[in-house]
């Protein structure tokens, strides 16, 4: 008997393995329908000519075509070959119809970008676009639905694995979409937003609001403006109003506005390059993803070879370089939007207060539907200042009065947009004098676009920089009484003002973010800048030597050195350091001293192999959070990054920032050293509970672990292993080789926003310019080339960026040949 039951469970058992394999291998083999053949020709309408895409062996794909639109139809081609599901995302998700697709959970996401409504003004854009950009927008639009098209009659696998899993009809690509993909980066762009609402946030909570200048400082370099206090313009409002915070959804483009964006670009002159060309690098920084948002092309168009990074849905290359012309961008830091508080009709609600009386609300239904759920229909509001939102979006709730609502003027709302169109004329342009005349009507995101030709340098801020009134009450810098005149923008100003610089003496430009100008109020450009830190260690990288070279620029892109740390830490420490005798072994002021021999031998560089990078990023976390915390109370929890500004001028008592130290609920006085001790225990206990006490052991790149993940199969256990692409990473949120810390969850370390892209361009030898990526080409994880790059981004090392077609063909993994149909 119990022979005959061990028999009919090793049968069942392997029956059940033998249909795991059988599932197994049939989810591969569908999923593997998908993978693009990149050697076939294909016939296809759309193209007056051949176009022939030449896959070299990081499978960038060169494409050759008769006309600039038989390229760009290429490009299309390719983009969908290697990242539909990336594309189908973002479409979805300005469109605001992700929860058509993945169901309640992202709701909230639809909402806001239905209230803003970017992709309709997308489509109305498409009116506004000159017919030469329209043609070239179709041609690229028609190479995406070629490739579509493509999948539907020959059973590709839907084009994508995901969409087996995920099941959505799948529309074809439009002109608008295109348009619509750069309203989503100028979204995924900006801070100002979220930046204002936490200043009135923070002025409110503080018992002292003059100290809001230290927690929330002005760039250093210029004068600090009065302030206004918040509860002033609108008394009544509670201290502290709990807010829902931001998601963390990797589907959400909403982040804090710390990931508001950020990059390095930097050129040099022939006047200080040693080969005698001009030299220029850029590195953008996005949100790490896999597969990475950029995606490396070669087009040859009439005017010539471009090369460099594209973003799949856009039809032109960002950041790269032809023959005669390289551009990097960096994020402006522009102030693009305000935040307006409008006074709703205490007689009749459907109305809002303007500096004439009471008006209508502009209204309009929009039906949100919602897999495995019944619709939603929300009602959309607009004001003179532009569309109303949510109390739930960016917490406004928390600072919006009773009988008000908040409305949003933004830059990226302008419908006569030609940001797209821009940036195709770009590369066409010849010198620096084309591409700034090629720029000219850009609208959003903002941009600092850096550019060398063969003889010179440049930067430009290219995008619209609001004009405001001289008596706006916050100068834009919190939320204003929308019924006001004075807060209302007046426009934008001329692109002529736009901050520009060309071929300056020293022969070397760029930009970290930093602030460029410091121009007076109205007339400038933004109080808000995205780094005060990088700028430093880069300028002395530059002044460092009398010349630089390709391998010198890419030194310096890839620097780990901390400025920050340099700098704070003698100031934090400097009645700790070798103050007297050791302690006993196994004691908590042991293990203190060990951390401070260790930090004081250390040069400040984050590598990933050393300990004293996560001792030191510690220590900062905790010493600004016992500086805060009694002051703001659950709002602290919400500045989820060091403030090195804040902390020089607490340590340095500047103002009278160093109150700060002094804990209130205490009888005692403390002093900034009593904190500074007391908060690199607190470190050192985080770092004994989740690493142990051997701090000598202690390996940076373990908590800062570059997180590649998946925005969707990423949280699926087992998938996620195949899926997610994680590293362990040098650098910091302060370092050139910017790795900016999630800054909330567990491990606070985890690098989450960096470098997706790196670019070096050498005009003295064009073809020896080089560049990277931080995945691969591929967005299909079965493809070898979804993480081929990533070791090498890692590493630090990079790619040929060349134009030579013969080199190209000459180690092709495959060329494909479309031709006309007719």
């Given at each position: 008997?119990?022979?005959?039951?061990?028999?009919?469970?090793?049968?069942?058992?392997?029956?059940?393995?033998?249909?795991?394999v059988?599932?197994?291998?049939?989810?591969?083999?569908?999923?593997?329908?998908?993978l693009?053949?990149?050697?076939?020709?294909?016939?296809?309408?759309?193209?007056?000519?051949?176009?022939?895409?030449?896959?070299?062996?990081?499978?960038?794909?060169?494409?050759?075509?008769?006309?600039?639109?038989?390229?760009?139809?290429?490009?299309?081609?390719?983009h969908?070959?290697?990242?539909?599901?990336?594309?189908?995302?973002?479409?979805?998700?300005?469109q605001?119809?992700?929860?058509?697709?993945?169901?309640?959970?992202?709701?909230?996401?639809?909402?806001?970008?239905?209230r803003?409504?970017?992709?309709?003004?997308?489509?109305?854009?498409?009116?506004?676009?000159?017919?030469?950009?329209?043609?070239?927008?179709?041609?690229y639009?028609?190479?995406?639905?070629?490739?579509?098209?493509?999948?539907?009659?020959?059973?590709?696998?839907?084009?994508?694995?995901?969409?087996?899993?995920?099941?959505?009809?799948?529309?074809?690509?439009?002109?608008?979409?295109?348009?619509?993909?750069?309203?989503?980066?100028?979204?995924?762009?900006?801070?100002?937003?979220?930046n204002?609402?936490?200043?009135?946030?923070?002025?409110?909570?503080?018992?002292?609001?003059?100290?809001?200048?230290?927690?929330?400082?002005?760039?250093?370099?210029?004068?600090?403006?009065?302030?206004?206090?918040?509860?002033?313009?609108?008394?009544?409002?509670?201290?502290?109003?709990?807010?829902?915070?931001?998601?963390?959804?990797?589907?959400?483009?909403?982040?804090?506005?710390?990931?508001a964006?950020?990059?390095?670009?930097?050129?040099?002159?022939?006047?200080?390059?040693?080969?005698?060309?001009?030299?220029?690098?850029?590195?953008?920084?996005?949100?790490?993803?896999?597969?990475?948002?950029?995606?490396?092309?070669?087009?040859?168009?009439?005017s010539?070879?471009?090369?460099?990074g594209t973003?799949?849905?856009?039809?032109?290359?960002?950041?790269?370089?032809?023959?005669?012309?390289?551009?990097?961008?960096?994020?402006?830091?522009?102030?693009?939007?305000?935040?307006?508080?409008?006074q709703?009709?205490?007689?009749?609600?459907?109305?809002?207060r303007?500096?004439?009386?009471?008006?209508?609300?502009?209204?309009?239904?929009?039906?949100?539907?919602?897999?495995?759920?019944?619709?939603?229909t929300?009602?959309?509001?607009?004001?003179?200042?532009g569309p109303?939102?949510?109390?739930?979006?960016?917490?406004?709730?928390?600072?919006?009065?009773?009988?008000?609502?908040?409305?949003?003027?933004?830059?990226?709302?302008?419908?006569?947009?030609?940001?797209?169109?821009?940036g195709?004329?770009?590369?066409?342009?010849?010198?620096?004098?084309e591409?700034?005349?090629?720029?000219?009507?850009?609208?959003?995101?903002a941009?600092?676009?850096?550019?060398?030709?063969?003889?010179?340098?440049?930067?430009?801020?290219?995008g619209?920089?609001?004009?405001?009134?001289?008596?706006?009450?916050?100068?834009?810098?919190?939320?204003?009484?929308?019924?006001?005149?004075?807060?209302?923008?007046?426009?934008?100003?001329?692109?002529?003002?736009?901050p520009?610089?060309r071929?300056?003496?020293g022969?070397i430009?760029?930009?970290t973010?930093?602030?460029?100008?410091?121009?007076?109020?109205?007339?400038?450009?933004?109080?808000?800048?995205?780094?005060?830190?990088?700028?430093?260690r880069?300028?002395?990288?530059?002044?460092?030597?009398?010349?630089?070279?390709?391998?010198?620029?890419?030194?310096?892109?890839?620097?780990?050195?901390?400025?920050?740390?340099?700098?704070?830490?003698?100031?934090?420490?400097?009645?700790l350091?070798?103050?007297?005798?050791?302690?006993?072994e196994?004691?908590?002021?042991?293990?203190?001293?060990?951390?401070?021999?260790?930090?004081?031998?250390?040069?400040?560089?984050?590598?990933?192999?050393?300990?004293?990078?996560?001792?030191?990023?510690?220590?900062?976390?905790?010493?600004q959070?016992?500086?805060?915390?009694?002051?703001?109370?659950?709002?602290?929890?919400?500045?989820?990054?060091?403030?090195?500004?804040?902390?020089?001028?607490?340590?340095?008592?500047?103002?009278?920032?160093?109150?700060?130290?002094?804990?209130r609920?205490?009888?005692?006085e403390?002093?900034?050293?009593?904190?500074?001790?007391?908060?690199?225990?607190d470190?050192?206990?985080?770092?004994?509970?989740?690493?142990?006490?051997?701090?000598?052991s202690?390996?940076?790149?373990?908590?800062?672990?570059?997180?590649?993940?998946?925005?969707?199969?990423?949280?699926?256990?087992?998938?996620?292993?195949?899926?997610?692409?994680?590293?362990?990473?040098?650098?910091?949120?302060?370092?050139?080789?910017?790795?900016?810390?999630?800054?909330?969850?567990?491990?606070?370390y985890?690098?989450?926003?960096?470098a997706?892209?790196?670019?070096?361009?050498?005009?003295?030898d064009?073809?020896?310019?080089?560049?990277?990526?931080?995945?691969?080409?591929?967005?299909?994880?079965?493809?070898?080339?979804?993480?081929?790059?990533?070791?090498?981004?890692?590493?630090?090392?990079?790619?040929?960026?060349?134009?030579?077609?013969?080199?190209?063909r000459?180690?092709?993994?495959?060329?494909?040949?479309?031709?006309?149909?007719?």
């Amino acid at each position: 008997m119990l022979g005959k039951v061990f028999l009919w469970l090793f049968r069942i058992a392997t029956g059940l393995v033998v249909l795991a394999v059988i599932a197994v291998a049939l989810v591969y083999w569908f999923a593997s329908r998908s993978l693009p053949d990149y050697d076939k020709t294909l016939r296809v309408a759309g193209i007056s000519a051949p176009v022939e895409i030449v896959r070299d062996n990081a499978d960038v794909p060169h494409i050759f075509g008769a006309s600039d639109e038989d390229v760009l139809y290429g490009l299309g081609y390719a983009h969908a070959q290697d990242r539909l599901w990336q594309m189908l995302v973002m479409r979805w998700t300005v469109q605001g119809r992700l929860s058509e697709v993945f169901g309640p959970r992202t709701l909230k996401i639809d909402k806001l970008l239905r209230r803003f409504d970017l992709y309709g003004i997308a489509r109305e854009a498409v009116n506004y676009q000159d017919e030469e950009t329209l043609a070239k927008l179709r041609a690229y639009a028609a190479g995406v639905n070629a490739r579509l098209e493509e999948i539907n009659t020959s059973a590709l696998g839907r084009g994508a694995p995901e969409l087996f899993l995920f099941s959505a009809p799948v529309a074809p690509w439009t002109p608008a979409d295109s348009i619509a993909m750069g309203k989503l980066m100028a979204l995924q762009l900006t801070g100002h937003m979220g930046n204002e609402v936490m200043r009135a946030r923070t002025s409110l909570a503080l018992p002292d609001p003059d100290r809001l200048r230290d927690i929330m400082p002005d760039a250093p370099g210029g004068a600090i403006a009065a302030l206004p206090k918040y509860a002033g313009l609108f008394p009544g409002l509670p201290r502290y109003a709990e807010g829902a915070g931001y998601s963390d959804d990797p589907l959400s483009p909403i982040r804090h506005p710390d990931f508001a964006g950020a990059s390095n670009a930097f050129a040099a002159a022939p006047s200080r390059s040693a080969a005698g060309g001009t030299l220029l690098a850029n590195d953008p920084h996005l949100g790490f993803s896999a597969p990475t948002i950029w995606y490396l092309a070669r087009l040859e168009l009439q005017s010539g070879g471009v090369i460099g990074g594209t973003i799949p849905g856009i039809p032109s290359v960002l950041s790269g370089r032809s023959d005669r012309l390289g551009w990097g961008l960096t994020t402006a830091y522009v102030d693009d939007q305000d935040v307006h508080i409008e006074q709703l009709n205490p007689q009749n609600p459907q109305e809002y207060r303007t500096p004439d009386g009471f008006r209508q609300f502009e209204t309009r239904g929009s039906i949100i539907r919602i897999k495995g759920a019944e619709p939603v229909t929300i009602t959309l509001r607009w004001t003179d200042n532009g569309p109303v939102l949510s109390g739930a979006d960016y917490d406004l709730e928390t600072i919006t009065p009773p009988g008000h609502v908040a409305s949003v003027s933004w830059t990226a709302l302008e419908v006569d947009d030609k940001t797209v169109a821009a940036g195709i004329r770009l590369m066409s342009a010849g010198n620096i004098e084309e591409a700034l005349e090629a720029l000219r009507g850009t609208a959003a995101p903002a941009q600092n676009v850096t550019l060398a030709d063969r003889s010179g340098i440049a930067m430009k801020t290219v995008g619209l920089i609001p004009a405001r009134d001289r008596g706006h009450e916050t100068e834009g810098r919190m939320p204003t009484k929308g019924w006001l005149a004075q807060n209302r923008w007046q426009g934008f100003q001329p692109y002529e003002q736009n901050p520009e610089f060309r071929d300056p003496p020293g022969g070397i430009l760029g930009n970290t973010n930093n602030k460029t100008v410091d121009r007076p109020f109205p007339d400038h450009v933004s109080y808000l800048w995205g780094d005060t830190q990088r700028v430093h260690r880069w300028r002395r990288l530059m002044q460092s030597r009398e010349v630089h070279t390709r391998d010198s620029f890419i030194e310096a892109q890839l620097d780990t050195v901390s400025f920050t740390a340099r700098s704070l830490l003698p100031l934090i420490g400097k009645d700790l350091w070798f103050t007297g005798e050791a302690a006993p072994e196994g004691t908590p002021e042991r293990l203190r001293q060990r951390a401070l021999e260790l930090l004081a031998d250390w040069n400040g560089e984050m590598n990933e192999h050393l300990p004293e990078p996560l001792i030191y990023a510690a220590w900062l976390r905790a010493l600004q959070t016992r500086l805060i915390q009694d002051d703001l109370g659950p709002l602290a929890e919400e500045f989820v990054h060091v403030q090195p500004v804040f902390l020089e001028r607490v340590f340095r008592n500047i103002d009278g920032a160093a109150e700060w130290c002094d804990i209130r609920q205490s009888s005692p006085e403390e002093t900034c050293s009593d904190i500074a001790r007391l908060a690199l225990d607190d470190a050192l206990v985080w770092i004994e509970e989740r690493y142990g006490d051997a701090l000598e052991s202690l390996r940076w790149g373990d908590a800062h672990q570059a997180t590649h993940d998946h925005q969707i199969l990423g949280e699926v256990p087992v998938l996620r292993h195949f899926v997610n692409i994680r590293q362990s990473t040098s650098g910091g949120d302060n370092t050139l080789l910017r790795g900016m810390t999630r800054g909330t969850g567990p491990n606070p370390y985890l690098n989450v926003h960096g470098a997706g892209f790196r670019g070096v361009y050498d005009f003295a030898d064009p073809n020896s310019s080089v560049f990277i990526t931080s995945t691969g080409q591929s967005g299909h994880f079965l493809s070898q080339h979804y993480d081929d790059l990533a070791q090498l981004w890692r590493r630090g090392e990079y790619v040929p960026m060349s134009l030579d077609a013969d080199l190209a063909r000459a180690a092709n993994e495959g060329i494909t040949v479309l031709e006309p149909l007719d």
